[in-house]
């Protein structure tokens, strides 16, 4: 008997495989058995993943792109069909933070935002959507999100997230007579490389918990275990990433006539970072 969150037979694309929360799901959904697309733009990072999903006995194709170019997304959800012969779940995570005040920013970057967390997940529901149709099969797409969608006054960053939720729902709704799923996960705070984005001062801190000595610069890639080591120091305020991973291998896992549309995942209590 296949264990109940088997995702064997499977196959799940995830966007921003490379790092932090979208590692941790391409991860868990292969140890449950699925065949993992990992996208993004690191490609040593998703290198290492893969090679760790198939030495764990699982398998694993990687696509380097960044998704706000115009058909990264699509080639995705081709190179699911063309390794496996169909899509099953797509995972919408690629997202970059900018908590900085408005009258800071600047076009530039709030297209970025844009571009990466709302765009590309537009892409990423409307190709997954026709392939799943155009195979006839169930399907399943999970769409990060963030508290930030909870809260009215969360910035730019949080109108993405808000966006999100939006589209999500709007989808749900497109989606009644498919038997195609759709769930928005909304973690709170998790320790991943989008401490990158928040002010130096916290990144120092948060370098200190991890009582390594490590000098970052601004946007450098965090090591993981800076990340591992300041997680396990402030697990009361932040989320390990596999965390969000079994939220998303349990929406996935539900029976057919169970939709688990919105999941909210927070660490025991909040941390104010802005
Ligand atoms: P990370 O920075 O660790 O991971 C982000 C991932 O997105 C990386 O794999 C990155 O790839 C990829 N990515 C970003 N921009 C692009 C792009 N233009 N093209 C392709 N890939 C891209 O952050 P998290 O794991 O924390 O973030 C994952 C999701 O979780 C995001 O949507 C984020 O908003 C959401 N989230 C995170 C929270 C947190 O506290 N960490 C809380 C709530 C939500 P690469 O590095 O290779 O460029």
Redesign the pocket.
């Known amino acids: 008997m296949p264990e109940p969150q088997s995702q064997a037979g499977r196959t799940a694309v995830v ?9 941790a799901i391409a991860e868990r959904l292969a140890a449950a058995g699925a065949h993992v697309v990992l ?4 490609e040593s ?2 290198n290492e993943a893969a090679a760790r999903i198939e030495a764990a006995g699982g398998a694993a194709t990687f696509v380097v ?4 170019e115009p058909g ?1 997304v699509q080639g995705l959800i081709d190179a699911a069909v063309a390794a496996t012969g169909h899509v099953d779940v797509v995972v919408n ?5 900018d908590f900085g005040p408005i009258l800071e920013g600047d076009a530039e970057r709030w297209r ?1 935002l844009f ?3 709302v765009v ?1 997940l537009l892409v990423g529901c409307q190709a997954g959507v026709r392939a799943m149709r155009h195979q006839g099969t169930p399907g399943h797409i999970v769409n ?5 969608a909870q809260d009215p006054s969360s910035g730019v ?1 949080g109108a993405t ?1 808000h966006a999100v939720n939006v589209i999500s729902r709007t989808l749900r709704l497109e989606l009644l007579e498919d038997p195609i799923k759709v769930t928005t996960i ?11 984005s928040l002010d130096p001062s916290i990144l120092t801190t948060l370098v200190a918990l991890s009582g390594l000595d490590v000098e970052l610069s601004a946007g450098e ?1 965090i090591p993981d275990e800076v990340l591992a080591r300041a997680q396990a120091a402030l697990s009361e305020f ?1 989320a390990r ?1 596999e965390d ?1 991973a079994d939220a998303v291998l349990f929406a996935v896992s539900q029976p057919a006539g169970v939709h688990v549309a919105e999941l909210v995942v927070r660490p025991n209590k909040d941390l104010q970072l802005t």
Do not use: F
């Open positions: 966007t921003g495989a490379s790092s932090g929360i979208g590692r996208g993004g733009r690191t990072a998703m792109g960044d998704v706000r990264v995570n690629a997202g970059i933070a970025a571009d990466t967390n590309a990060v999100s963030s508290v930030a960053y997230k909304m973690p709170g705070v998790v320790a991943t490389n989008m401490a990158r890639r932040a990433p969000i």
